[in-house]
């Protein structure tokens, strides 16, 4: 489906209250929009997206099949005057140099300096309303001074006159079956005189379990995985459902990790292939997709998850359609899947600034 396509009638009803449609339709910017997860939630909210950019091949083909046209360019190399007026600027800009998972260069890193160029366009077309998503590496990162980049973001966007609010969110806290960290920076234009307030937590259901997940009807598309590594697929067999690496008999692990299983103690106990088992809620699927670093093992085959299956994590619905014609497809939209913020939990945001912002506005 195209999600062009979808009725725009902005009226909605939760438990608690109606949101009413704004008189315009809210016009979106979205800026580092790789497959379009953020996008998705913000369009199902009603917003219009007016622009969205991204230079990642892989990210460009899926946007484009589902949700519309995307700028390839590099967001260096596009001007002031060539983004288009717009109320709200959405961007979960490149989050690898504050992984976690990453070395940690930070703003170090050219990378890590990619924020500014949402500063830039905010500048420019002064949208309304501005959302940035990213890891939650990103609230301990340093600046070469010492000082937290996260400050510096936020005094940045103060200085633009906008009220800044900032939260760490688990997605499974929103609906996602997914536990995933990610910090939210939600900021209003400060003539408007409003603060955005996060959502409360919701309470989690049956529907958010690997068992639930997986249940996954055969005409569904893109049940394709990407095979394991020899490596990985000798060790896999050994780990139960709910296990890790744990399960694995010493004499079946690479050099590499018997090392740290020598001595665990220095290397702080790591949680490598964790295999979710199916009354559990999953952890976070990164854009790596290694069984080593994220949960991606099946539960009960010994297999990574399908490209559907890790999509269905990350809430993406059934008819948002993937490439998995060829390897490099495969390994593309794993990419792609795990760089994304999970629509649902877009969508409760999106929802919420309809709500707090253009309803009383
Ligand atoms: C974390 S992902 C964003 C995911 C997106 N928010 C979603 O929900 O699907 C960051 C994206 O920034 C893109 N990117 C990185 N540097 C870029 C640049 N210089 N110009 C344009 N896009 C860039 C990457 O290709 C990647 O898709």
Redesign the pocket.
Known sequence: MNYNQLSMDLFFEDKTRIVRKPQNTPRVI??????????LGFKQSGYKIVYA????KD?QRVYRENLGEIDD????TIDNDEFPECDIL??????QPFSTAGSRLGVDDE?GN?YL?CLRVINAKRPKVVVF?NVRGILSVKNQDGSKLIDTIRESLEELNYNVEIKLLNASDYGVPQNRYRVFIVAFDSKYDKRFVFPSPMRKNESQTVGAVINIPEEVPNQVSWDLSPQSASMVPFITEGGSWKDIPYEHLPKRLKKIRDNMKKYRSPNFYRRFARHEINGTIT?SAQPENCGIIHPIENRRYTIREVARFQSFPDDFIFFDDTSSDIVGMYK?IG???PPKL?KVIADEILYQFWNHI
Request: glycine content about 12%; aromatic content about 8%; overall charge negative.
């Open positions: 979205s800026l580092f929009s790789g497959c379009g997860g953020l996008d950019n991204d230079f990642d990210a360019r590099d967001i260096l959405i961007a979960g800009f490149p989050c990378r990619l160029e998503e854009a792609v760089n994304a913020v877009a």
